[in-house]
């Protein structure tokens, strides 16, 4: 059974510092790994996909990198804005599966 | 094209009533999936579905909740006799005919259920 865990639960920044999200699985027969933007009482954005033999994928300031054999994944957020701030969530899709499992996501504030 | 669609966005319905969400698939997408979001935690898969088939239903509680997605219109989760612990947000996510998420998987907007 896959496990996700997303550390830390919570964080609080002011504008302009870097953000570093931690996710982990215990499996690491994974095929991809995604990460998601949701915002309170709304549906889940899709930020970034990494597959499997990527190391990590960009979009804009943000950074998620991919350590499948340490069963780690790092989201960055450059320079945050209170416009980042959010819940964030991790979501591993495993190898011959449809099924995502999710960690229970790292809320964000971002203070201007 | 329109992504995936839900509603209601938000449901309240009182003890023992029934509660009914759809869910609309991406245009070209033929597989349904569902999942749960209980307050505090992550996402848990309850169900995935192609027209007129349930292919795995082994997230889903064994009483009360049932869903179908017919060959015509929306898939449609379905929760009877809801109580207290059913509220949640309910997440539909659709993928195209190889039946895998091995691309960007989109999710609706949610529906936000409340028991009273």
């Known amino acids: 059974k896959q496990e996700v865990t997303q550390i830390p639960a919570a964080l609080s920044v002011p504008e302009g510092e870097n953000l570093v999200l931690n996710c982990s699985f215990t499996?690491?027969?994974?095929?991809?790994l995604q990460w998601f933007r949701q915002d309170p009482g709304k549906g889940l954005t899709s930020l970034l996909l990494?597959?499997?033999?990527?190391r990590e994928q960009t979009s804009g300031r943000l950074n998620a990198s991919l350590d499948k054999s340490s069963g780690r994944s790092t989201l960055y957020i450059a320079a945050s804005q209170p416009g980042d701030s959010a819940t964030y969530l991790c979501a591993v899709l495993r190898s011959n599966d449809y099924k995502l499992s999710f960690g229970a996501g790292t809320t964000v504030t971002v203070r201007a | 094209n329109a992504g995936v669609m839900q509603n209601p966005r938000h449901l309240v319905r009182r003890r023992g009533q029934e509660a009914r969400l759809r869910c609309s698939p991406m245009k070209g997408h033929s597989h349904v999936y569902w999942y749960r979001q209980l307050p505090e935690e992550g996402l848990k898969f309850m169900v995935y579905?192609?027209?007129?088939?349930?292919?795995?239903e082994s997230g889903m509680p064994k009483e009360r909740f049932s869903a179908e997605f017919p060959k015509e219109g929306p898939s449609i989760l379905r929760i009877q006799q809801v109580v207290r612990g059913d509220s949640a947000a309910y997440f539909c996510?659709?993928?195209?005919?190889?039946?895998?998420?091995?691309?960007?998987?989109?999710f609706g907007q949610g529906t936000r259920l409340t028991v009273v």
């Open positions: 579905l192609q027209k007129e088939n349930i292919i795995d």
């Open positions: 990494i597959q499997s033999s990527q």
């Open positions: 499996d690491s027969a994974i095929y991809n």
């Open positions: 996510a659709s993928s195209p005919q190889t039946g895998t998420l091995n691309t960007e998987a989109f």
